[in-house]
């Protein structure tokens, strides 16, 4: 879908939110998640050459961020995409 059909249909709300959900659990499209697929492979390779201990694909994949992040902090990133993006805020009536 080009990005002004996807600007056109999509909300701001709602493209905020799919971002946050991805900076959380890495990239949703998985011709992106190439590190599984190589993860797998690595672990074939170091298992088949007689690794120390066994290896796991987990012990080849990308470490998105490296400690958890508190509640406040996603919202603060979720804040920045939002303003970012042109989107504002609605308070509640």
């Known amino acids: 879908m080009p990005v ?3 600007l056109a249909r999509t909300s ?7 971002m946050a959900y991805e900076r959380v ?3 949703l499209d998985m011709r992106l998640r190439g590190e599984i697929n190589a993860g797998i492979i690595a672990a074939t ?7 120390k201990r066994t290896a796991k694909p987990g012990d080849f994949l990308i470490t998105w ?6 509640v406040q902090e996603l919202w603060q ?3 920045k995409a ?9 308070k509640p009536e």
């Open 4 to 6: 002004g059909e996807l």
């Open 12 to 18: 701001s709300r709602e493209l905020t939110e799919w």
């Open 25 to 27: 659990t890495g990239p």
């Open 45 to 51: 390779v170091a298992n088949a050459n007689g690794a």
């Open 65 to 70: 961020f490296k400690r958890k992040r508190t």
């Open 77 to 79: 990133e979720v804040m």
């Open 82 to 90: 939002n303003t970012a993006l042109g989107g504002s805020i609605r």
